[in-house]
Each structure stands twice: as C-alpha cells, then as structure tokens.
C-alpha cells in the first residue's frame, strides 16, 4: 500500500480502522503490525496525530534482520552464493540483451570512473533488464555487505578485463573472467 500509494517519508497513514478495513483484517493484527514496525524504526505514532512512516535512509534493517537470519555459517555461505550466481546469470543475460554500443559504453565507464563493486554490479544487473534480479540482487548485496567478511580487492584492471569478455559474448570467457575477479576456485 505504502508502494502503490507512493507514500513517502513524513506521510501519515490510515488509521487501524480504516487499515482494517482495506487490508481486510482484523484491528488486533493491524494494531500488531504497526507495532512491529514501530519497532524497526519504520513508522512513528504521534499522539492525537496518527502514524507516520519515518525517514529510514540509512537506517539500520538490513543489519537488524541480518541478526535474526544470518546466524549460521550456512546461512551466510547461502547469502554469498546466491548474490553470485545472480551476478553471473545477470552477466549472461548481458550478453545476450546488450548492444555493442551499450558494452562499449560500459567498458568505457569501467576504465575511466571511481566506483565500488556494488556500483560496478548494480550496472550489470540493470543491463540484465530483469527487474525481479535487481530487487533480489540489491537485497542479498545489503545482506552480504552487512556479514563481517574479510573484503576481496578487485582491480580497476579485473573489472575491466570482465567487461572486456562481455564484447566477445562468449560466455565460457566471462564465467571464467568473473571467477576470477571473485577469487573462486576453478572446481
């Protein structure tokens, strides 16, 4: 509702009764949620005004629930795992939907900008034109950012050689580019 409505930060919400009724459920598991949300730091309610949805840029819910989730070795292995698989299937993707002057564009970008890797693959996964990835991939990133991993330095070199395989289009090259540039093993 928050989303269809484009509700933003400050903007007030329905009240239980009015919630109850759209969502139809009962006020008990409204009154519920709010107070979950509350919690999280998600909304606020001010007394005799209503509920507010807070500004939570920046705020701390990836590393909250990443307490809850993340507790086991498993668990964070999984996390890393899908977040890569998604960038290779994403780098295929590429390969088949990109134009020529899209890659070059990008090799061009990748030899000349300052970024991050998530920056370098948040254009990877928009070049994938798959919506569903890009909601997946940005949510396991922020879970994976929050683990306390020893972090891989890639060179600006790595990244652009990886680009530099997405122009051949031959996918055997960039699955072996980007293994290298995650340090995999070739197993």
Not at 9 to 20: I, M
Not at 92 to 117: C, G, M, P, R, V
Not at 145 to 161: F, G, H, M, R
Not at 172 to 184: E, G, I, N
Request: aromatic share 10%; net charge neutral; proline share 2%.
């Amino acid at each position: 509702m928050i989303e269809r409505n484009n509700l933003k930060s400050g903007d007030k919400l329905p009240s239980e009764r009015e919630l109850s009724e759209r969502l139809n459920v009962g006020r008990s598991s409204v009154r519920e949620a709010l107070r979950a949300l509350e919690l999280l730091g998600l909304i606020e309610t001010r007394r005799g005004e209503g509920t507010f949805i807070r500004d939570f840029e920046g705020h701390q819910l990836v590393q909250l629930l990443s307490t809850f989730i993340l507790q086991d070795d498993k668990a964070k292995r999984d996390i890393m795992e899908t977040k890569y698989l998604i960038e290779l299937d994403c780098l295929w993707l590429t390969i088949h939907k990109s134009s020529d002057e899209q890659l070059i564009e990008f090799k061009n970008w990748a030899d000349t900008a300052d970024y991050t890797d998530d920056e370098f693959f948040l254009k990877v996964v928009r070049f994938s034109d798959n919506h569903l990835f890009l909601r997946i991939w940005t949510i396991l990133k922020d879970y994976y950012n929050s683990l306390p991993l020893d972090p891989v330095i890639v060179s600006k070199v790595e990244y652009s050689q990886l680009v530099e395989t997405l122009l051949t289009r031959k996918e055997s090259a960039v699955r072996k580019a980007y293994r290298l540039l995650r340090k995999l093993s070739n197993k």
